[in-house]
């Protein structure tokens, strides 16, 4: 018997959607098979980690937050992977959002007329973000240097960066050594709607808005997404890799960078350890789960909150490892990548008495 | 510098090394059949993981490193299956196996220590450090060399016989052949997605010995993430290497020299802050790929595999 595949004329509208949602389901079943393993009661841990993040009002909310730095990051990658630049370093540029925001709240903010203190850590975390981007990016454009590595070890040098400064020069004198840095001003917080969700939920939103409008309606996005498609018809039609690479990195990092001020301005109030939490990795899994589609990256992105906060929940209550979550999202991740293959492809499976074509001997 | 500190320093330099070459290694037979495999920072968590377990239940560092190979082998099939027979995106399915590799580590030390509690902290049995006679008695070479542990010693008849196999033997050359023309190879009767599958597994099981060696030999314990980008240095070190073993085993020892620098300043009470230090062989590893790869016909030139990254489907030959 052997398994064949045949190229649909059309992507089967079906499976977008249904390949998705069996993979959630098959994915769900491994890690309950994951737990029983460990001696764990599936059931009653899926059961603490749905209504950790789904049962009330500070669970949804506590979703939401965790939510915001993943939409962010996850439409700063969603743009790079679009013309097939694997910016990984959603990570380290989130990092340096949130340094350069909390040098303003820390060292500027003083100096600055109150009403200007968080648009002043908007820039300057978005300018970081896109500067740690722009990195990796130029040495692509002008190198070809390969950008999954560059971002990546940009990625162990901004955490090392994060922590040189909360453990070292910015630690707090008061902080009975707790590690971190004194807490910002209070002009230097963004305000908070429900909950603990923070303003940064609208950046996210408009930013989804902006990639929308960037991808569907104007010409750059449809010059993106024709070098990530066709990179050889994008050099005929005239259109610069170089100069789109190095922008597009610049709005992604600057997404990430945002990303970051969110969290030390709305979450955290400090540069902290938890900055760096691994949002910028689980926005790889967010932007690949939602096709690269802005609007999708919003939903995925609470879904995997869902998961994280319902994660951190089954450590609370069943003192279970968090780390469940990040399995549960990889396992859902390889069921997705396994199943993206019915969208082009038929698939058939043939008994191997009738592969008598020479053609198939050696398949 | 005294001759002592020199030993010690180049024994740190090989110590540090040998995970990196495994896993190099690995990750250039994978990269040689045309896939590439960016799981390798996952199957490494996950091979220090389930060994020092195994080695701590069972009592026999052996049985521990098996199981790491073993396990390595399957995480690899895993990425195999999806990029050979499902045609999923290479890059794509080695940063989920990453991913996915990351948190199972995480989650099984924080539950495989004695009844269900965290590994770290435990001792198991370890590979130690012992010195061949005669060979140990070469001045300098000698002690930093020849007092290791037994996968380094392993590695060092590994080397030359992984370079003899692709080089010099029909299979290699089949192998080369997979990585730079599958169609041709396809055409010559060479069964393409069998030597990916094969290549790819074999792959994984030096890299899940990789992370044995770091939670066995040279770190001997389990933190989590212990690899901190090893894994992924490794891959910068397949295109140092240009594909090549020999220059693989000179790029480990590099950044093994990085981290033996790295451990002296330390313990030598250096000024520079331990975060500065520790930057060290990632920033290096910016530097060696800037100067590496300077153009795409350079990299061909290199001779990377020229079908790197590229599912093979028969019906759309071109």
């Known amino acids: 018997m052997k398994i064949k595949f045949e190229r649909r004329l059309k992507e089967a509208k079906w499976a977008v959607f249904v390949v998705p949602i069996v993979s959630f389901i098959l994915a769900l079943g491994f890690g309950g098979l994951l737990l029983l393993a460990f001696g764990i009661n599936p059931v009653k841990a899926f059961q603490v980690m749905i209504q950790g993040s789904l049962g009330g009002r500070y669970a949804i909310t506590e979703t939401v937050v965790k939510a915001i730095p993943l939409m962010l990051t996850g439409l700063g990658v969603s743009v790079a992977f679009r013309m097939l630049f694997w910016n990984i370093g959603a990570e380290g540029q989130l ?17 600055l007329p109150n009403f200007l203190t968080l648009p002043m850590m908007v820039i300057f975390g978005m300018a970081a973000g896109a500067i740690w981007a722009l990195i990796p990016a130029l040495l692509k454009a002008y190198l070809n240097v390969n950008e999954i590595l560059t971002t990546l070890m940009m990625n162990y040098i901004a955490i090392l960066m994060v922590e040189y400064l909360y453990l070292g020069p910015w630690r707090d004198p008061d902080g009975y050594g707790f590690p971190g840095s004194a807490p910002f001003p209070d002009e230097a917080i963004l305000p908070r709607l429900i909950g603990r969700v923070h303003l940064g939920i609208v950046f996210a939103l408009i930013a989804a808005f902006i990639i929308w409008l960037i991808m569907s309606r104007m010409r750059w996005g449809y010059e993106i997404r024709l070098i990530g498609e066709n990179p050889r018809a994008a050099k005929y039609a005239g259109i610069s890799t170089t100069k789109n690479m190095i922008l597009v990195m610049l709005l992604s990092g600057a997404l990430s960078g945002l990303a970051g001020m969110a969290e030390v301005s709305g979450i955290a109030h400090r540069l902290y350890q938890g900055l760096t939490a691994g949002y910028g990795y689980t926005a790889i899994i967010v932007s690949w789960l939602a096709s690269l589609n802005p609007w999708a990256v919003l939903f995925v992105s609470l879904f995997m909150a869902a998961l994280t906060v319902g994660g ?52 | 510098m005294t001759e002592t500190m020199i030993i010690s320093l180049l024994t740190i330099t090989v110590r ?35 060994a020092f377990a195994v080695a701590y239940h069972s009592n026999s560092a052996w049985l521990g490193l098996a199981v790491a190979g073993l396990v390595g082998m399957l995480l690899s099939a895993i990425h195999a299956f999806l990029t050979v027979t499902m045609q999923a995106d290479q890059v794509v399915s080695g940063l989920a196996l990453t991913l996915f590799g990351t948190g199972l580590s995480s989650f099984m030390g924080q539950r495989l220590g ?11 049995p370890t590979f130690q450090r012992f010195s061949i006679p005669l060979l140990e008695k070469i001045p300098i070479l000698g002690p930093s060399l020849f007092n290791q542990d037994i996968l380094a010693y392993i590695l060092y008849l590994l080397l030359p016989a992984l370079w003899f196999f692709l080089y010099k033997t029909q299979p290699g050359l089949h192998l080369r052949a997979v990585g730079d023309n599958p169609t041709a190879a396809d055409v010559l009767g060479i069964q393409v997605k069998r030597s990916r599958y094969l290549y790819t597994v074999f792959g994984g099981f030096l890299m899940g010995v ?5 939670s066995m030999a040279y770190l001997q314990g389990w933190a989590m993430n212990i690899t901190g980008g090893r894994g992924w240095i490794a891959i910068a070190l397949v295109i140092f290497a240009t594909w090549d073993p020999f220059r693989a085993a000179v790029g480990a020892l590099l950044f093994g020299g990085i981290n033996a620098l790295q451990f002296r300043l330390q313990a030598a009470g250096t000024e520079i802050p331990a975060p500065f230090l520790n930057m060290m062989p990632y920033f290096f590893t910016i530097l060696v790929l800037v100067f590496i790869t300077w153009g795409e016909s350079f990299r061909k030139r290199l001779g990377a595999p020229a079908a790197l990254g590229n599912p093979y489907i028969r019906e759309d030959k071109k």
């Open chain 1, 95 to 111: 990092a340096l959002g949130g340094i350069a925001a909390s040098y303003v709240a820390l060292f500027l903010s003083d100096s």
């Open chain 1, 312 to 363: 951190d929940q089954l450590q609370v209550a069943m003192g279970i490892p968090a780390a469940v979550a990040l399995v549960l999202q990889g396992a859902i991740l390889f069921f997705v990548l396994g199943g993206w293959v019915f969208i082009n492809y038929r698939v058939r499976i043939i008994r191997t008495t009738e592969a008598t074509q020479v053609g198939e001997l050696h398949d």
């Open chain 2, 16 to 50: 540090a090394g040998v995970s990196l070459l495994y896993a190099t290694l690995g990750e250039i037979f994978t990269e040689r059949s045309g896939v590439l495999n960016l799981g390798v920072e996952g199957i490494m968590l996950m091979g220090a993981a389930t």
């Open chain 2, 114 to 124: 004695p009844g269900g509690t965290t590994m770290v902290g435990l001792q198991a």
């Open chain 2, 210 to 214: 990789a992370g044995a060696h770091l």
